[in-house]
């Protein structure tokens, strides 16, 4: 790894807030000053202000070259692998109150326990308040013989924060000007108890010892440097290494594309999927996590799935929603007053029977995914709008929902026409307040409904 000297890092530090082509193009050429070092470590910082912002306020901490800084986790989803790790491992008492929040008993509690529950939400603050108290005294107990390893290191950003809720964190990867900078950058972050190695993950994990949480992010790029998406296709395959991980860990976390099925992820390992994660931000899917453990019991079990949109987070049983969409045995409500959209981790998750259950809204249509209620439905995982109209196809019904709108966001589910060409059908500009819907109602009718957002 190239050390900024004193003339580069001057450099940096006088002019990280402004453009950097335009800085590449107009620099003065210095005697000392490393120009592209100098560019990468603007650019990084850059990003980082928004994407890694504990980072950036960081003094002393080195980025790569731009690509990589594009392609690391951000800081949110970073934290949320953290929040997973600890209350994982968290004590016996935690561990009952996550899996349930809808009062639903852990069948690994004795009678003479209480059954406890909670919320998705309340559990992560659990973890969220381990996280934020690592070096309190209480937390050192709590951490005291927990090790992890990440066996796909890369920039270290997923490795920063899950190591600071371990006494021992060993980071893995093959590539030595990024183990170089990764030793660099966690000593600036202060984490003492991160080690470094420079080697192949599969061979380290194959002779290391046993520990209580193993991390990897395969790399999802081919030998010819094209994208791939399969687990079997991606560096290292973890179908391979199930066994192996299973015995020298606890519990493993692997990190997939949110391109995947989930459901098709989960009998790839055959049974040992503790958890699902499904993780998105600004309402994007970014991040697929499995959680891998050992089978507690002789019958397979269905995995516990999460679904996370920055602070909307709910978590269900998948064993109780098996069949995604129960069109028909809820009719629509006759009063139509409020329409719901969920977020993207919903959306990939596929539960819209249990949102229809839980927030006590009604799906729209087959294939739709959309909500309708009679009444505001609080805290729901997503956007709601209040309808002020709904109309089908024709002139006459076209005319009365536009009530001469001259612009309108748009967006369709399970409709014949894309939104680009029910824009121009409609001639409206994008935009503005009103909020147009086009979607199949049960019965299988095509309608439009003119919303506004709450």
Request: hydrophobic share 35%; with cysteine.
């Amino acid at each position: 790894m190239t050390i900024m000297n004193d003339e580069t890092r001057e450099f940096v530090a006088m002019h990280r807030n402004e453009d950097v082509r335009e800085l590449a193009l107009k620099a003065k050429r210095v005697e000392g000053l490393d120009l592209p070092l100098a560019l990468d470590q603007i650019a990084g910082w850059q990003i980082a202000r928004k994407k890694l912002p504990q980072w950036a306020s960081c003094e002393g901490i080195v980025y790569p070259p731009h690509i990589s800084m594009e392609q690391c986790s951000s800081q949110f989803t970073a934290q949320y692998k953290s929040e997973i790790a600890q209350t994982l491992l968290a004590p016996a008492a935690t561990v009952r109150a996550r899996v349930s929040d809808s009062g639903e008993s852990d069948n690994q509690t004795t009678k003479s326990e209480p059954q406890l529950s909670d919320s998705a939400e309340s559990v992560m603050q659990t973890a969220k308040s381990a996280f934020q108290l690592s070096d309190s005294p209480e937390s050192d107990t709590l951490v005291a013989r927990s090790s992890m390893v990440d066996l796909t290191g890369g920039f270290g950003v997923d490795f920063s924060y899950l190591a600071r809720g371990f006494s021992q964190a060993t980071y893995v990867e093959r590539q030595r000007h990024l183990c170089d900078l990764a030793e660099h950058n966690m000593a600036a972050l202060g984490l003492d108890q991160a080690r470094i190695v420079c080697g192949d993950g599969v061979e380290y994990l194959r002779q290391m010892g046993p520990v209580d949480f193993i991390y990897l992010d395969p790399a999802r790029r081919d030998e010819h440097g094209s994208r791939t998406y399969a687990i079997e296709d991606c560096t290292p395959n973890v179908l391979e290494l199930r066994d192996l991980l299973l015995a020298k860990s606890q519990y493993t976390l692997v990190k997939l594309s949110p391109m995947l099925d989930w459901r098709k992820a989960v009998a790839d390992f055959d049974g040992t999927v503790r958890e699902v994660h499904i993780v998105a931000t600004g309402n994007e899917c970014k991040e697929l996590l499995l959680v891998l453990g050992q089978q507690m019991h002789e019958e397979p079990s269905a995995p516990r799935v999460f679904c996370v949109n920055d602070n909307q987070r709910i978590d269900y049983d998948s064993a109780a929603y098996t069949q995604g969409l129960r069109i028909g045995g809820k009719p629509l409500p006759e009063v139509k007053n409020y329409l719901y959209e969920p977020n993207a981790s919903i959306m990939k998750a596929g539960c819209f029977d249990l949102v229809e259950e839980r927030f006590g809204v009604t799906q729209v249509g087959p294939s739709s995914h959309l909500f309708v209620s009679a009444t505001p439905v609080a805290d729901f995982p997503g956007r709601g709008f209040a309808i002020e109209a709904i109309g089908g196809m024709n002139k006459k019904d076209i005319k009365r929902l536009l009530n001469g709108t001259k612009q309108a966001n748009i967006a369709v589910r399970n409709f014949p026409l894309t939104a680009p060409q029910l824009r121009k059908k409609l001639k409206l500009a994008d935009g503005g307040p009103v909020y147009l819907f086009g979607t199949t109602m049960q019965g299988c009718d095509h309608v439009l409904l003119r919303t506004s957002k709450i």
